[in-house]
């Protein structure tokens, strides 16, 4: 559902950022092999380059001709190993004509300025061919793929130091409600901190986009309204609180008097059950107050769409939902290709018990070494727990229709 939509945005400028500055950005540009990848027979092993066709019997005597060091100057790669002979070689240093292999070290003995081969090799043994990882004009990266650091190795390796980006989309960050207050204020008795504000900036941030969080809006519809309003001036709202079914849960009512579209009003999931998708024009505010100023003609612009998520309050549905909803939207608008998202699996623990009906979202602890990766249900009081993900550091999936899960059986996992 979220991905339909998300196909429907895109990034609308791009910028030229030095290579490292690109990490976590979307290439608006192709990578492409500036020549060929080796671009020469490249040893893989420290040893001597050899014809293998001498090696058919072992031990075998080599006459040792000369010695090639990775970055030797080109003419030791012309020059050409006769029968019998053969020229030292290191890791990185290229092949000289005539020889078809590297023996490596370990399997030679030295005899005066020959060698003696204990193990023979097969043409095209412990080499790389000269284009073998890459062909010139090849394109490494494409347009759309977010700059990792294997991706800025590879951009680097065809002698890039700057890189062309999509910019970030920026992305409102909007918490409700009457209970918050901001990080650098004490709270009153029954007061709490915005954390929400905090960790959907820090999740827009790794999904490539550009937090801008807005005040807190109080349970009050005009303030909210007028909030909403400047939250849709960005690419992407993201609101928390005031979803759910409460007295005062606002939001729904005052994006539908901005004439929203919404697309769903809630998931079956847990946490995260009320979560909202949704578009609104940007500017919706102003067109109102038009509306109502002048009701008869006076065609407007058709206003630009802007997307929003209503997600819940709770500060792990908060995250939960932005994970699995609100990433893939800043991704697409960060210009990168649609990736699937990817839900490891690990050997369950210990039983777990939860009722049926939703697909579940569990703050678990993952741990094991190698192949063993097991993992166990973290204790937690609910969706309210912020605390409890300190303790865990992936979420358990259990399938709406699973009451009991055996130790032992394999679990798929929100990797967060
Ligand atoms: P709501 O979705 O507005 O009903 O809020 C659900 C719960 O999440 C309530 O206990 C709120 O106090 C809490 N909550 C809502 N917004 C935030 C926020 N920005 N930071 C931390 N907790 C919040
Ligand atoms: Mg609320």
Redo the contacts with the bound molecule.
């Keep these: 559902m979220v991905e339909q939509h998300a196909a429907t945005v895109s990034p609308t400028s791009t910028e030229v950022v030095d290579l490292l500055a690109g990490l976590g950005r979307v290439l608006s540009d192709q990578i492409v092999a500036d020549r060929d990848f080796p671009p020469f027979r490249r040893a893989t092993r420290d040893g001597y380059a050899v014809r293998a066709s001498d090696l058919a019997n072992i031990p075998a005597r080599l006459e040792v001709v000369g010695e090639i060091k990775a970055g030797a100057a080109p003419a030791s790669q012309t020059r050409t190993l006769a029968p019998g002979q053969a020229i030292g070689i290191m890791t990185g240093a290229p092949l000289p004509e005539g020889s078809d292999a590297v023996v490596m070290v370990e399997h030679t003995s030295a005899v005066d300025s020959a060698i003696e081969v204990t193990r023979s090799v097969k043409s095209g043994d412990n080499f790389v061919a000269r284009g073998a990882e890459a062909r010139a004009g090849q394109i490494l990266l494409d347009r759309g793929h977010r700059l990792d650091p294997a991706a800025i190795a590879i951009a680097a390796s065809v002698g890039k130091s700057r890189v062309q980006v999509y910019s970030k989309p920026r992305v409102a960050i909007l ?3 009457d ?2 207050v901001e990080t650098d204020i004490s709270p009153g008795p029954t007061q ?6 905090y ?1 959907l900036a820090a999740q827009v941030q790794n999904a490539g986009g550009e937090p801008v969080r807005l005040p ?1 809006a109080p ?1 009050e519809p005009m303030r909210l309204q007028a909030l909403i309003d400047e939250g849709l001036g960005c690419d992407l709202l993201l609101l ?5 079914m ?1 007295k ?2 606002l939001v729904e009512q005052v994006l539908t008097g901005l004439q929203a579209e919404f697309y769903f009003t809630g998931v079956a999931i847990q946490p995260g059950k ?1 979560a909202v998708l949704g578009s609104c024009g940007a500017g919706a505010l102003a067109r109102l107050l038009a509306l109502h100023a002048k009701p008869a003609g006076g065609v407007m612009p058709a206003p630009q769409k802007k997307y929003f998520f209503g997600l ?4 792990v ?2 995250m939960v939902t932005f994970e699995l909803f609100a990433k893939p939207m800043i991704e697409a608008l960060a210009g990168q290709t649609p990736q699937p998202l990817i839900f490891p699996a690990a050997n369950l623990k210990s039983e777990v018990r939860t009722k049926t009906g939703l697909k579940r979202f569990l703050p678990a602890i993952l741990s094991g070494e190698f192949e063993k990766a097991e993992v166990e249900l973290a204790p937690w009081q609910g ?2 727990d ?1 605390a409890a993900l300190a303790r865990a550091n992936c979420y358990i999936v259990i399938p709406p229709d699973r009451e009991r899960i055996e130790a032992g059986e394999w679990v798929s996992l929100l990797m967060r």
């Design positions: 918490s409700t409600g209970e918050l709490i901190h915005n954390s929400n504000s960790s807190i349970d928390t609180g005031g979803v759910s409460g005062y849960d009320p819940p309050g709770n500060p549905s908060t969706s309210g912020i």
